[in-house]
């Protein structure tokens, strides 16, 4: 119970979020007998799009992932311009800024995000070359149910973990480092470096593990949108530095940056199994600041 009690502020609240508040919109279909504002969006969505699968395979999944994580980049930027208010900067876990924060840094590090995003641009325009309906994902008029959408992303989830967390283990190892040095530059992160990496490990433990689930579960696109969406905010959140209300604290991973060899994992679970999970040595301050507990005040667990 005790272990549980100390895992809460590191689990992701949009793991069960998002599909809640997907059940709330898409109940309205039939409590008052009208198509939710979901199921109209994606009917727009296919009428715009048709039946072309290269739109939806490559085209959707890209702009949809590369305007979404662009678009949160920009809020936590707004929320890390003001962290001088006292509400925010009683949130943050480091006591210094980050290296990142200089235009020098945050230039490199986002011409690198770009580069990465291309790359994937690339491999999903390869992938659809070699067989157009190579991402499987279902593109059924009617959106699917709240049951499949928190099937499939709990299945993604546990897919995503124990892909992420064998592969860094591996990124860990003296020969792979060479590709993962690069992602661990910057003792303490910040939201910028979440997809800053070699090319090498943007694939084998950034691009694979999180797109395998869509085609193996045959998601629906509209789901495998929604996961896009969780691992984008997860990943991001978790470089962040700031432990924000009703968010998991991203404490978990700045750990792994800090002592690297702790953390391997994105919820927790693999860790636990393999004995690498490290919480902080100041346990009780980060039960009082659970999910859902707003503003919660960290005290005395500022890092050098």
Same mark, same amino acid.
């Given at each position: 119970?005790?272990?549980?009690?100390?895992?809460?502020?590191?689990?992701?609240?949009?793991?069960?979020?998002?599909?809640?508040?997907?059940?709330?919109?898409?109940?309205?279909?039939?409590?008052?007998?009208?198509?939710?504002?979901?199921?109209?969006?994606?009917?727009?969505?296919?009428? =715009? %799009? $048709?039946?072309?699968? +290269?739109? &939806?395979?490559?085209?959707?999944? /890209?702009?949809?992932?590369?305007?979404?994580?662009? @678009?949160?980049?920009?809020?936590?930027?707004?929320?890390?311009?003001?962290?001088?208010?006292?509400?925010?900067?009683?949130?943050?876990?480091?006591?210094?800024?980050?290296?990142?924060?200089?235009?020098?840094?945050?230039?490199?590090?986002?011409?690198?995000?770009?580069?990465?995003?291309?790359? =994937? %641009? $690339?491999?999903?325009? +390869?992938? &659809?070359?070699?067989?157009?309906? /190579?991402?499987?994902?279902?593109?059924?008029?009617? @959106?699917?149910?709240?049951?499949?959408?928190?099937?499939?992303?709990?299945?993604?989830?546990?897919?995503?973990?124990?892909?992420?967390?064998?592969?860094?283990?591996?990124?860990?190892?003296?020969?792979?480092?060479?590709?993962?040095?690069?992602?661990?530059?910057?003792?303490?992160?910040?939201?910028?470096?979440?997809?800053?990496?070699?090319?090498?490990?943007?694939?084998?433990?950034?691009?694979?593990?999180?797109?395998?689930?869509?085609?193996?579960?045959?998601?629906?696109?509209?789901?495998?949108?929604?996961?896009?969406?969780?691992?984008?905010?997860?990943?991001?959140?978790?470089?962040?530095?700031?432990?924000?209300?009703?968010?998991?604290?991203?404490?978990?991973?700045?750990?792994?940056?800090?002592?690297?060899?702790?953390?391997?994992?994105?919820?927790?679970?693999?860790?636990?199994?393999?004995?690498?999970?490290?919480?902080?040595?100041?346990?009780?301050?980060?039960?009082?600041?659970?999910?859902?507990?707003?503003?919660?005040?960290?005290?005395?667990?500022?890092?050098?």
């Amino acid at each position: 119970m005790n272990k549980i009690k100390q895992i809460v502020p590191f689990i992701n609240p949009f793991i069960y979020c998002v599909p809640i508040s997907y059940g709330i919109v898409k109940s309205l279909d039939s409590l008052i007998g009208v198509d939710s504002i979901l199921q109209i969006g994606w009917n727009k969505v296919r009428e =715009t %799009l $048709g039946d072309n699968k +290269a739109y &939806y395979n490559v085209g959707l999944l /890209f702009f949809y992932n590369f305007g979404f994580y662009y @678009l949160q980049t920009l809020i936590f930027y707004l929320v890390v311009k003001y962290k001088r208010q006292n509400v925010v900067k009683n949130l943050k876990l480091q006591a210094k800024d980050s290296e990142i924060e200089t235009p020098e840094n945050t230039k490199k590090v986002m011409l690198n995000v770009l580069r990465n995003q291309l790359v =994937t %641009l $690339g491999i999903l325009g +390869a992938a &659809y070359i070699y067989d157009n309906d /190579f991402a499987r994902a279902r593109r059924d008029p009617e @959106l699917p149910s709240l049951f499949e959408v928190m099937r499939h992303l709990i299945c993604c989830m546990f897919i995503h973990e124990f892909g992420f967390y064998y592969s860094h283990r591996l990124l860990h190892t003296k020969w792979f480092w060479r590709f993962h040095k690069q992602h661990h530059e910057f003792k303490t992160p910040t939201f910028l470096i979440s997809q800053y990496s070699s090319v090498f490990e943007f694939v084998v433990s950034g691009f694979i593990p999180i797109t395998i689930g869509i085609g193996m579960l045959r998601m629906h696109i509209a789901t495998a949108l929604l996961w896009l969406s969780v691992v984008s905010v997860t990943l991001t959140f978790g470089h962040m530095g700031y432990h924000l209300p009703f968010l998991h604290t991203p404490q978990m991973h700045d750990n792994h940056h800090l002592k690297s060899n702790v953390n391997f994992s994105v919820y927790c679970i693999a860790d636990i199994l393999h004995g690498t999970w490290q919480n902080s040595k100041n346990v009780e301050d980060y039960e009082k600041s659970s999910n859902w507990v707003p503003y919660a005040r960290i005290k005395d667990n500022k890092q050098g």
